[in-house]
């Protein structure tokens, strides 16, 4: 893994499976030196369940025309 800073913004660089390089922001990583905000601002609660959250998404997705 690489990381580097191009832009003012820092990028977490790998090779995936296939071989593929792939760059990611460093705030989506858990490398970031900065905590994440909706992380501490809901102390590790949260109103829905990711499960729940999921079968809502395929609810709306069929409802679509």
Known sequence: MELRRDWAREYAR??????????VPLAWTNLADEA??????????AHFRVADLLALAVLIQETRP
Request: no cysteine.
């Open 36 to 45: 994440d905000p909706f992380v501490v601002l809901s102390q590790g609660r």
């Open 14 to 23: 790998f090779h995936d499976e296939q071989g593929n390089l792939i760059s």
